[in-house]
C-alpha cells in the first residue's frame, strides 16, 4: 500500500518516514503544503495521505476520492499508527448517517477539529463554555468515542462536517 506523508515538519516526516520501514506500507513521497500533497497524489497515486489530526493545516477536502487522508496523533506509538491505517483500509468508503448530530453540536465538533479548545469554541459561536462541554459531552456518547482527538478523526472519515444539517 502506497503512502503520502504530509507535515510541514522535516523532523516528523522522518521520523514517519522510520515507522513504515520493514511494513507493507510503501512511503512514495512526502509533501509540506497542500499543493504538494495534490501533485504527490497525481505522480504516485498513493492509496492514503498520512496528516497531523490536530496540527495540519492542510484542506483534506481537496484530496481526491482515490486516496484516503488518514488522521494521525502524535502521541501514537507505531503500533497504533499502523493500526489506524490498517483499520482505514477495512472501512467502507463515502458518507455514513451523522448519528442525528443536532447543527450546534456538527458547529462544535467543527471547532475540535479546527483544534480550537472550549473556550474558543464558545467564543466564536456565541455560547457558554459550559454549552459547548455539554454538546462535546453529547457528541461523545452519542459515537460511543473516548475523546475529542478521536471525535475530530471520526467527523472527518464520516464527511459530517461536508453534511448540511
Known amino acids: 500500500m502506497k ?5 510541514e515538519r522535516p523532523v516528523v516526516l522522518a521520523g514517519l518516514r522510520s515507522f513504515f ?32 489530526a490536530v496540527k495540519t493545516t492542510f484542506d483534506s477536502t481537496r484530496i481526491p476520492e482515490n486516496c484516503s487522508p488518514v488522521f494521525f496523533s502524535e502521541t501514537w506509538s507505531k503500533e497504533q499508527l499502523l493500526q489506524e491505517i490498517r483499520s482505514q483500509r477495512c472501512r ?22 479546527q483544534g480550537l ?6 467564543k466564536a459561536l456565541g455560547i457558554s463554555v459550559e454549552t459547548v462541554k455539554e454538546h462535546v459531552r453529547n457528541v461523545l ?7 475529542r482527538t478521536q471525535l475530530a478523526l471520526w467527523a472527518v472519515r464520516q464527511n459530517i462536517l461536508d453534511e448540511n444539517i
Open 141 to 147: 456518547r452519542k459515537t460511543s468515542l473516548a475523546d
Open 117 to 122: 479548545c472550549n473556550k474558543e469554541i464558545a
Open 21 to 52: 520501514e520493514a511494513t507493507e506500507f510503501e512511503v512514495v513521497g512526502e509533501a509540506a503544503t497542500t499543493a504538494e500533497i495534490l501533485d504527490g497524489i497525481r505522480l504516485y497515486s498513493p492509496q492514503y495521505v498520512l496528516l497531523n
Open 3 to 7: 503512502i503520502l506523508l504530509a507535515d
Open 92 to 113: 467502507k468508503t463515502g458518507r455514513r448517517k451523522s448519528k442525528n448530530l443536532t447543527r450546534r453540536e456538527v458547529e462544535v465538533l467543527r471547532g475540535i477539529t
